[in-house]
């Protein structure tokens, strides 16, 4: 063999050699070229559209940006369809400084916000938000009191229906602690015993302490529940449309223009001028004697696959669809019995900052003393002159609180708002001066609340032949030209009912200035009609507003039909609160504000009432003649 002709087991020359190391050096620069452009400063969507990315070299996922985003470079229409194209900036959560209870909702006076403006640096704690950057913070939680408990003040109070400060919860028992019994009301007009609601409370439910005795009871520290809660003492069984009605109207007192000095706090002494502004929302509604479900848990049969779908529990009635707390009232959570007792088994003090607590047992109790309200001057409550008879429990706040004109827009503007019909909301809220002409009025929208496909026991209705005969008059009207709209809407407006359903019905009701339907709670959305335009005045108490004053033949009408012989007072007290019109019917003899039958609750659910479909028809006729503007 030749000397110059090597195999392959000889040793590489120089020149093989230096090819091997040459190629392996363009691979591992040309491999790593993006990290290391990475180390050097350059950003990988740099290199997306670049040179390198059309060979090959800059293709690779960039990662994540510290926003826990993709690059901008790198972002798609689905991932902006996904996570919003919000930008995020250091020390702040999606371009919000804040997670806060406060925000503009309407005029909303109790939402701590005016017309063009936005919650303040200070809003966070003052609402009990939770922030990245303010807001109540973890350390706030614990109050340490030591020797120096919190005393229990009463900003507000007619029985059944109070405001207070500094009120201790620990172990189930709420603790009033005070040297001065005599500057709070009494135990029985505030609540009642949770097993019996013609009961004053027992000693293990509620209880007034000294501070001497405070500190044996309730020892130097608890937590803190910040902000106002909503406590609805009131089982399941007592529940109705109007306990949200009530509470908001007790809330509103806070925005009275004055409050008598014997009510006022130092809590409440940036409420006393009147400002809507100073009123912050409510956080919480507690019901603790109502569990979340009515219906039992049952469990699945042995040897059943556990995959397999139970049936869905049914949730316990508080009177109102669960969409209109999150519409009308967005801050407002919702606690049940299982929540209370999570708390009461934490075996801490709690302090809540304050609470208006609603007990109809307490507001039956104190009927005699609704009507002047109660004074620690005088050591008791003050008796009323008369006239209350007959009026619902819930009325209590109406005729013994002062209240700020306009005091349920907040809570209709904010549902408007939801609704999607702004120009009502605008017209709500819209002043007509002193020599202004009398708008014109259009043809209005009418509202028939209809029971008839209701599972029988769920309520009175009109018999089969007179509600065929209401709905045929009613399209009549609207063929005529007299209405411009005719709805016919379902009973059932609170329970199981879908979010689109309710949402037709409510804005149905909310549009509409005439409504009519059998008596019952069912009637009670009429709350939500298009309020008269001369609401612009302070308003001390209903008693006066529901008892002889003059009224707008403009202002909304509900029409209640009753079987002969039985009336009672709630929707009519309710909506003429508001300054609205209400004709009860007995078949074909109406009764208006003036004339009332007296009150007489019949027995049975699904009673038939007889209507005269002609003489309703023939009123409505009348009524729209009247508002008709020459």
Request: hydrophobic share 40%.
């Amino acid at each position: 063999m030749s000397p110059h002709n090597k195999g392959w087991l000889y040793p590489p020359t120089r020149r093989e050699v230096t090819l091997v190391l040459f190629s392996l050096t363009v691979f591992i620069l040309s491999f790593n070229l993006q990290a290391s452009l990475q180390l050097v400063g350059v950003k990988p969507a740099k290199l997306s559209g670049s040179y390198l990315s059309a060979i090959g070299l800059g293709a690779q996922d960039p990662g994540y940006d510290r926003n826990g985003r993709r690059p901008k470079e790198w972002r798609d229409a689905l991932e902006n369809m996904i996570s919003g194209e919000w930008e995020w900036e250091e020390g702040k959560v999606a371009a919000v400084a804040s997670t806060t209870a406060a925000g503009p909702v309407g005029t909303a006076a109790i939402y701590n916000a005016e017309a063009g403006k936005g919650p303040g640096r200070g809003a966070g704690n003052a609402h009990g938000g939770i922030g990245v950057s303010n807001g109540v913070s973890p350390r706030q939680q614990l109050v340490r009191w030591e020797n120096e408990v919190p005393i229990a003040r009463a900003v507000t109070h007619v029985p059944g229906f109070s405001i207070l400060d500094n009120v201790i919860m620990a172990n189930g028992t709420f603790y009033l602690v005070t040297d001065d019994p005599s500057s709070l009301p009494a135990l029985e007009y505030i609540a009642s015993s949770s097993t019996n609601s013609e009961r004053p409370p027992r000693e293990n439910e509620w209880e007034i302490v000294s501070t001497a005795d405070a500190i044996g009871k309730l020892g130097t520290f608890g937590g803190r529940v910040f902000g106002t809660s909503w406590l609805a003492l009131d089982h399941a069984e007592s529940q109705d449309p109007y306990t949200l009605f009530s509470m908001f109207r007790t809330h509103s007192t806070l925005a009275a223009p004055t409050l008598p000095p014997s009510f006022s706090s130092d809590s409440s002494s940036q409420s006393r001028n009147g400002s809507l502004a100073n009123v912050p929302a409510p956080l919480r509604l507690i019901f603790p004697n109502v569990p979340t479900f009515s219906s039992p848990h049952i469990p699945l049969a042995p040897g059943v696959d556990p995959k397999t779908h139970t049936e869905p529990r049914i949730k316990s009635y508080i009177g109102f669809h669960p969409l209109l707390q999150k519409a009308a009232l967005p801050t407002l959570g919702i606690w049940y019995t299982e929540d209370w007792e999570d708390l009461i088994s934490m075996n801490a003090p709690w302090i809540f900052d304050r609470v208006i607590i609603a007990d109809r047992g307490a507001a039956e109790r104190g009927r005699d003393f609704w009507g002047r309200g109660w004074s620690p001057a005088a050591d008791d409550l003050v008796r009323r002159a008369g006239g209350d008879d007959g009026k619902p429990a819930w009325a209590a706040p109406f005729v013994g609180l002062r209240m700020k004109a306009g005091w349920w827009a907040p809570v209709r503007n904010a549902l408007l708002g939801y609704l999607h019909l702004p120009e009502l909301q605008e017209a709500a809220s819209s002043k007509v001066s002193f020599w202004s002409k009398k708008p014109a009025a259009g043809k209005p929208v009418v509202t028939y609340v209809s029971m008839q496909d209701e599972p029988m026991g769920a309520g009175p209705r009109l018999n089969n032949d007179d509600h065929a005969a209401l709905v045929a008059g009613l399209q009549s009207l609207q063929r005529d030209g007299v209405v411009s709209e005719v709805h016919v809407v379902k009973g059932n407006g609170s329970v199981g009912v879908h979010g689109w359903e309710w949402a037709d019905r409510m804005s149905a009701i909310a549009r509409s200035s005439i409504v009519l339907g059998p008596y019952g709670y069912q009637l009670a959305d009429s709350l939500f009609m298009s309020p008269p335009a001369w609401q612009g005045r302070e308003i001390a108490s209903v008693s006066s507003t529901a008892a002889g004053e003059p009224e707008q033949s403009a202002a909304p009408l509900l029409m209640e039909f009753f079987p002969p012989g039985t009336f009672v007072r709630d929707q009519e007290f309710a909506v003429r609160s508001l300054g609205m019109r209400y004709i009860a019917w007995w078949n074909d003899r109406k009764f208006t504000s003036d004339d009332l039958p007296p009150v007489f609750q019949a027995t049975g659910p699904s009673q038939r009432i007889p209507v005269s479909a002609n003489a309703v028809m023939q009123v409505i006729r009348d009524e729209i003649a009247r508002r008709t503007v020459p």
